[in-house]
């Protein structure tokens, strides 16, 4: 009894999943993440993430820094407004992720800023303490949705990560979020003659204006 008391007492605490709930963007806007397990000793958890609800039009990238902070274990998401130019679907209010840990963990700490691309936030997300990232700084964890044009999961986040810490962004990525408006039709050019004027009756109609002539012919 005695020893079976021991290995219960000896035996690892299950792995428990964590819901994240990230505010969504506006249309043609960004929302950029940081999820951080704080870990005071031993080794750092794996840590599995997975959608857990719609992501509508959003594209949702997550992504783990290959260089960890002491003590924690990060991960990077960037959502993305993917909603057309004149489409009334309704967007999203938040995008639900889950995480679950190798080992027993205490709930993470969320840090996010929203809409980075319409305004700087007014105080740098914690994500920016990682400093200056590259594609090459991230290992990739998860994608959903449609991607901007010429950006992959970890791009994104790249990209999403410099708008919040005030960094330079590629005019590349601008483009592919927020796509120019269509411009209007040009007007058609103005007519070569003035109207003409209505036509005595029993004379042949002449239709007016035509492209030619530079004045309008004299039905008389």
């Known amino acids: 009894m005695l020893a079976a008391l021991v290995v219960s007492l000896a035996a690892p605490a299950a792995a428990q999943a964590h819901r994240v709930n990230l505010a969504a963007p506006a249309q043609f806007d960004v929302a950029v993440a940081q999820v951080r397990y704080a870990v005071p000793h031993g080794r750092r958890p794996a840590l599995r993430l997975a959608l857990a609800g719609p992501t509508g039009l959003d594209y949702v990238a997550v992504a783990l820094p290959r260089h960890q902070p002491k003590h ?3 991960a990077l998401v960037a959502v993305v407004n993917r909603r057309p130019r004149g489409s009334q679907a309704p967007d999203l209010a938040q995008v639900l992720l889950s995480t679950r840990p190798s080992r027993a963990m205490r709930a993470p700490t969320v840090t996010q800023a929203t809409n980075v691309l319409a305004a700087k936030p007014a ?5 920016c303490a990682l400093g200056s990232l590259t594609v090459g700084d991230l290992r990739f964890a998860l994608r959903a949705g449609a ?3 010429g950006f992959g999961a970890r791009s994104t986040i790249v990209q999403a990560l410099n708008a919040a810490c005030g960094r330079a962004i590629a005019a590349s990525f601008l483009q592919a979020v927020t796509p120019p408006a269509p411009k209007a039709p040009y007007p058609p050019p103005p007519s070569p003659c003035p109207p003409c004027p209505p036509f005595p009756p029993g004379k042949p109609t002449i ?4 492209p030619a002539p530079a004045a309008c012919p004299d039905p008389a």
């Not at 105080?123 to 994500?127: G, I, V």
């Not at 239709?207 to 035509?210: A, L, Q, R, S, W």
């Open 72 to 74: 924690a274990v990060v």
């Open 123 to 127: 105080s740098a997300p914690a994500a």
């Open 147 to 149: 991607a901007p044009p």
């Open 207 to 210: 239709i007016c204006p035509t």
